[in-house]
């Protein structure tokens, strides 16, 4: 067998090595210990090799010894045995704590040669092992990861980021929710009114006078309307509303905030089979909603007392805008949340509140409807007679102060008051400022009755004029100078025979009686609007006010002023404040009396039933101005009387002619006051007549029986 080369061999790393050894000395250039043989190759692991390479040549040397060794047990080496005796049985053994990684060298492949024979070795005592020489311990390899520690991080990290998911979906679903929801939900938000049904008038019967029927609006959406031209053309004729004014809604406009309008009101107060058929032609972003409409089922009846609503049925003038508060109630509303685009339907379980309407409460008047239609008709019908620009009639119940009639004229339809003027609307008995005249007669002979500075037997001479101050005022029955009682002053309307008495009276006190008959200030009835006149404070009195004043002018009075004078007169000189409203019932039904009207003592009861005596005259004197207002069975007192109309304190053309009067005389029931604006006349031909009908129907209506004895026999110039 030819001898191995000396020739120095280089490891892995590429560094020279010398030869190795195989007695287990050092190498004199490295100072490591020699390994000879198959141990030393085994135990040699050579640098920059890495554990799986040393475990593929353990694996390939496995494979190579076991093809060399027939016997699978048992190695080939025949000094292994040795080798593991001076080795101290490290050779071949591994360590028991810590496996050290071994490459093992393949020698080079010598020729084959026949093996020695195998020799038994002797028995013999082993020798003492040579003392060991310290070796360097192989380097240790590269700590691994621990796979357990990184399942735990990945397992920690991963639970974590599940955890801050699922608290941020908590935050989101619980706590933010509500934000993100509401922040869209304006854009979403559908709003519809409810009305609140408004109360209605009656009249003191509950017969209706206005009311409200269940009727529909028609609204546009002018964000879902394709075609708005076409859209108002078909609308047309339908709402009788101009095809340019309905496209000029229908156009998309923004509302503050940038949002766009998603209604607008097209018409109020449609019939229901209108709004139907609005509905069948099924235009885009048309639709149409309950709503109410008011029905004044008389028309023209009371109209100017009762007055209108605009089509959102708020009140704007007579009754309906004085307790519009009580009679509107409160409209509800329905919120509720859609969908957006095309498919704008209410969106189930999305958001939505109802705020129910609150009905408001309907009045009761002291009105008796069939009063009111025949006093109304008398009055429109006179006035037409005599060419009259304005008038008024008041019927008033004696010891209540109820109004049971109130007319005007002219009037119209309250059912359509935009086709009116503003003139015919006005409710004249409380706005109708005039100088009453002569029928003011009746409070100068009342206040110097009670003062006790005539009697009814004092007789007067009364010249035919008189002057006061630059005036001089002259009688329409001259007298001449005679002695003249005070029914016969009262029957022929003196104005000397006044101002005689007026001047025994003097002026504070005819001031105050003035006062307490309820002049220069409104009575309170109820009307909006409601005049209070002026009376002429003593400061700006003239000597021709002396005059004046007595007998009705120099006064700014309303015809309901001077009809509640006449009714203190009738109620036993006692003044109660006209009212117009009985009761008020609520929303359930429930009756509510309103405050008592103020009253106040003005004359005693024998003072106020000696005046009514003294105005029976008006009625029964021949020559009397008063005669055309008799009513045929019935003792009527009462008082002509011929003023002027005053616009902002200025007299206007013509004349207001007036009557008002008392039946029966003896017990009234009833005053009635009757003022005519026109051309030119005098109470007793323009007012009486009129008077005279509407007291006869009164009378008749509430069937009150006739008088029971003749009026007194009157002496106008006692012997």
Known sequence: MPPRSEEPRRDATGSRRGPSRGDGTADPRTGEPGVGGISGARAYTPRGRTIGEDRLGDARAARAEQRRTPRGGRSGDPFRPALQVLDGGRTGRREPTRRTPVVRTVPERAPREDPPPRRRPARSTPARPAARRPSRKPPKPPRLADPGRRLRLGTALALTLFAVIGIRLVVLQAVESPAYADAGLPDRLRTVVLPAPRGAIYDRDGAALAHSIEARYVYADPTLVKDPQATARALSPLLGIPASDLAEKMKQRMLPGGIPSRFEYLARGVDVGRARQIMALELPGINAHRDERREVPGGDLAANLIGFTSADMNGLEGLEARYDDLLAGKDGQRRYEVGLGDLAAPIPGGFSETTKAKPGSSLKLTLDRDLQFVVQGLLAKRMEKV???????????????????????????????????????????????????????????????????????????????????????????????????????????????????????????????????????????????????????????????????????????????????????????????????????????????????????????????????????????????????????????????????????????????????????????YVIAVFAHTPGGGGGDIAAPAFRDMMQFALRHDRVPPSSAAAPKFEVFPR
Do not use: C
């Not at 006061?468 to 022929?492: N, V």
């Open 387 to 669: 060419k009259g620009s304005t008038g008024a009639a008041i019927v008033l119940e004696v010891g209540t102060g109820e109004v049971l009639a109130q007319a005007a004229y002219p009037t119209y339809n309250a059912a359509n008051p935009l086709n009116s003027e503003p003139a015919d609307r006005e409710d004249v008995a409380t706005g109708f400022v005039v100088d009453p005249g002569s029928v003011h007669k009746a409070i100068t002979f009342g206040a110097a009755l009670q003062e006790g500075v005539i009697t009814p037997d004092t007789t007067l001479p009364i010249a035919n004029a008189v002057r006061k101050g630059d005036t001089w005022f002259e009688d329409t029955h001259p007298a001449g100078g005679k002695r003249m009682s005070l029914a016969g002053m009262m029957a022929y309307s003196s104005n000397v025979g006044t101002i005689a008495i007026a001047d025994k009276l003097g002026r504070d006190r005819l001031i105050d009686y003035q006062k307490r008959f309820g002049l220069g200030e409104a009575t309170g009835v109820g009307m909006p609007g409601e005049a209070t006149g002026r009376l002429l404070p003593a400061e700006e009195w003239s000597d021709s006010s002396r005059g004046s004043v007595p007998i009705g002018h120099s006064v700014d009075a309303t015809p309901l002023q001077m009809a509640a004078a006449y009714a203190t007169i009738a109620n036993n000189g006692t003044y109660v404040a006209p009212r117009l409203v009985k009761e008020i019932i609520g929303p359930d039904g429930k009756r509510t009396k309103p405050e008592a009207p103020p009253t106040r003592s003005v004359l005693s009861p024998d003072t106020a039933a000696e005046l009514r005596t003294i105005l029976e005259a008006v009625t029964t004197v021949d020559h009397a101005t008063g005669l055309a207002a008799a009513v045929p069975g019935y003792r009527v007192a009462g008082k002509t009387g011929t003023g002027w109309r005053l616009v902002e304190g200025r007299k206007q053309p013509g004349e207001v002619a007036s009557f008002i009067g008392m039946a029966p005389a003896e017990k009234p029931r």
